[in-house]
C-alpha cells in the first residue's frame, strides 16, 4: 500500500508542474492584453516621453508579448520573481514578508469552517427534516449566497464602529511578537507574549469569520450530505441491530465514509480562501498577500501579479496533494486508481 502511495504523489506532482505553467501563461497574456501601460504609471504624471519610453525599454513593455513570456520564463528558472514596480523591491522578498499574515488568516478561517460545519454537517443529518435542519439549511443557503466583501463591511459597522469591541483593521496594535514563524497568534503562545496574544486575535475575529462563512457552509452541506448517503447501508443498519452505542456507531463506522466528499471539498476551499482574501485583506486591511495583489493590480504591476498567481498556484495544489493523500489514507482504493 506505501509503494502505490508513493507512486500515486509522484503522479499528482508530475501532472502539477504543467498546470502551474499552463496557469502562468494564462495570466501573463491576460495582464499585458488589458489596455494599461504601467511605464507611465510608474514614471508619474510630471514624467516626460522620453523618460516614459526609457522605462517601457527597461521593462521590455515594447517587446512582442512570446519574447516577453520567454524572458520571464528564463528569469523564472534562474529563481527571480522580478522586482515589484509597486514596492520598488524584489517580488521574492515581498512574498516572503507578506505570506504567513494570509497563511494565518487561511488557517483560522479554514479552522473555524471545519470546527463548526462538521458537527452541524452531522446533526443536520441526524435529525433530517428537523426544525435545527431546516434553521441550518437557512443559514448555510445565506453562507453561500452573500458576498464576503458587504458581509465584512456589515460586521464591521456593528462589532467596531457601534459596539466598538473590535478594530476597525490591521493586524495587531502592540509590539509584534518575536519574529518565529511570522504568524502572530502562534508566536505570542510561543514566546508567552499575552498582550501581543490578545492583540492578534481581536484583529483576526472579524476578517477570520467573514472569510470562514461561505467555507462553513459548504463543509455543513457536504457533512450532511455524505452522512445521510451512509447512514442507511446495511452495515450501519447491522452496527445498530448489534446494540453497538450511537456514538460509537458515528465516529467508529459512519463518519470514516462520509466524511471523504468533506476532505475534498476542504482542499478545494483552501484554493478558494486563498483567493477570497484579496477581498477579505481589502476591507480590513489586513497585510497579506492579497492586499498586495490587489494594489498590483490596480497598478499594473505584472511581476508582482505573476508572482502572487505563481505563489497562490503552488500552495492550492500542494493543499490538494495532502488532501488526495489524506483520502488515499482514509481509502486506500484511491491510490490505486
Given at each position: 500500500?506505501?509503494?502505490?502511495?508513493?507512486?500515486?504523489?509522484?503522479?499528482?506532482?508530475?501532472?502539477?508542474?504543467?498546470?502551474?505553467?499552463?496557469?502562468?501563461?494564462?495570466?501573463?497574456?491576460?495582464?499585458?492584453v488589458?489596455?494599461?501601460?504601467?511605464?507611465?504609471?510608474?514614471?508619474?504624471?510630471?514624467?516626460?516621453?522620453?523618460?516614459?519610453?526609457?522605462?517601457?525599454?527597461?521593462y521590455?513593455?515594447d517587446?512582442?508579448l512570446?519574447?516577453?513570456?520567454?524572458?520571464?520564463?528564463?528569469?523564472?528558472?534562474?529563481?527571480?520573481?522580478?522586482?515589484?514596480?509597486?514596492?520598488g523591491?524584489?517580488?521574492?522578498?515581498?512574498?516572503?514578508?507578506?505570506?504567513?499574515?494570509?497563511?494565518?488568516?487561511?488557517?483560522?478561517?479554514?479552522?473555524?469552517?471545519?470546527l463548526?460545519?462538521v458537527p452541524l454537517?452531522?446533526?443536520?443529518?441526524?435529525k433530517?427534516?428537523?426544525?435545527?435542519?431546516?434553521?441550518?439549511?437557512?443559514?448555510?443557503?445565506?453562507?453561500l449566497a452573500?458576498?464576503?466583501?458587504?458581509?465584512?463591511?456589515?460586521?464591521?459597522?456593528?462589532?467596531?464602529?457601534?459596539?466598538?469591541?473590535?478594530?476597525?483593521?490591521?493586524?495587531?496594535?502592540?509590539?509584534?511578537?518575536?519574529?518565529?514563524?511570522?504568524?502572530?497568534?502562534?508566536?505570542?503562545l510561543?514566546?508567552l507574549?499575552?498582550?501581543?496574544?490578545w492583540s492578534?486575535l481581536?484583529?483576526?475575529?472579524?476578517?477570520?469569520?467573514t472569510?470562514?462563512?461561505a467555507s462553513?457552509a459548504?463543509i455543513?452541506?457536504?457533512?450532511?450530505?455524505?452522512?445521510?448517503?451512509?447512514v442507511?447501508?446495511?452495515?450501519?443498519?447491522?452496527?445498530?441491530s448489534?446494540?453497538?452505542?450511537?456514538?460509537?456507531?458515528?465516529?467508529?463506522?459512519?463518519?470514516?465514509?462520509?466524511?471523504?466528499?468533506?476532505?475534498?471539498?476542504?482542499?478545494?476551499?483552501?484554493?478558494?480562501?486563498l483567493?477570497g482574501?484579496?477581498?477579505i485583506?481589502?476591507?480590513?486591511?489586513?497585510?497579506?498577500?492579497?492586499?498586495?495583489?490587489f494594489n498590483?493590480?490596480?497598478?499594473?504591476?505584472?511581476?508582482?501579479?505573476?508572482?502572487?498567481?505563481l505563489?497562490?498556484g503552488?500552495?492550492?495544489v500542494?493543499?490538494n496533494?495532502l488532501?488526495d493523500?489524506a483520502?488515499?489514507?482514509?481509502?486506500?482504493?484511491?491510490?490505486?486508481?
Amino acid at each position: 500500500m506505501q509503494f502505490s502511495l508513493l507512486i500515486y504523489t509522484l503522479k499528482r506532482i508530475l501532472y502539477a508542474v504543467p498546470t502551474i505553467f499552463g496557469l502562468l501563461i494564462l495570466v501573463f497574456v491576460i495582464s499585458r492584453v488589458i489596455p494599461a501601460d504601467p511605464a507611465a504609471l510608474v514614471a508619474g504624471e510630471m514624467a516626460t516621453p522620453e523618460q516614459v519610453k526609457e522605462l517601457r525599454q527597461r521593462y521590455h513593455f515594447d517587446d512582442p508579448l512570446h519574447v516577453q513570456l520567454v524572458l520571464y520564463f528564463k528569469q523564472l528558472a534562474r529563481g527571480d520573481l522580478g522586482m515589484s514596480l509597486y514596492s520598488g523591491r524584489k517580488v521574492l522578498d515581498d512574498l516572503v514578508e507578506r505570506f504567513p499574515a494570509t497563511l494565518e488568516l487561511t488557517l483560522v478561517s479554514m479552522l473555524l469552517s471545519i470546527l463548526i460545519g462538521v458537527p452541524l454537517g452531522i446533526v443536520a443529518a441526524l435529525k433530517r427534516n428537523s426544525t435545527l435542519d431546516h434553521l441550518l439549511r437557512g443559514v448555510t443557503v445565506g453562507g453561500l449566497a452573500i458576498a464576503s466583501f458587504w458581509l465584512g463591511i456589515m460586521l464591521q459597522l456593528f462589532f467596531s464602529m457601534w459596539l466598538g469591541i473590535t478594530p476597525l483593521g490591521g493586524r495587531i496594535d502592540t509590539e509584534p511578537p518575536t519574529f518565529i514563524t511570522g504568524m502572530y497568534i502562534l508566536d505570542s503562545l510561543l514566546t508567552l507574549n499575552w498582550g501581543a496574544l490578545w492583540s492578534s486575535l481581536r484583529h483576526m475575529a472579524l476578517p477570520a469569520l467573514t472569510l470562514a462563512f461561505a467555507s462553513f457552509a459548504t463543509i455543513t452541506r457536504f457533512t450532511r450530505s455524505g452522512v445521510l448517503d451512509v447512514v442507511q447501508q446495511d452495515y450501519i443498519l447491522y452496527e445498530r441491530s448489534m446494540g453497538l452505542p450511537p456514538r460509537l456507531i458515528i465516529y467508529k463506522y459512519m463518519l470514516r465514509n462520509a466524511i471523504i466528499a468533506t476532505v475534498t471539498q476542504i482542499g478545494l476551499l483552501f484554493g478558494l480562501l486563498l483567493a477570497g482574501t484579496v477581498v477579505i485583506e481589502t476591507v480590513f486591511d489586513w497585510p497579506g498577500l492579497g492586499l498586495y495583489a490587489f494594489n498590483a493590480i490596480v497598478l499594473s504591476d505584472y511581476q508582482a501579479i505573476l508572482g502572487v498567481t505563481l505563489w497562490a498556484g503552488i500552495a492550492y495544489v500542494t493543499v490538494n496533494l495532502l488532501v488526495d493523500v489524506a483520502i488515499s489514507l482514509v481509502d486506500p482504493r484511491k491510490a490505486e486508481l
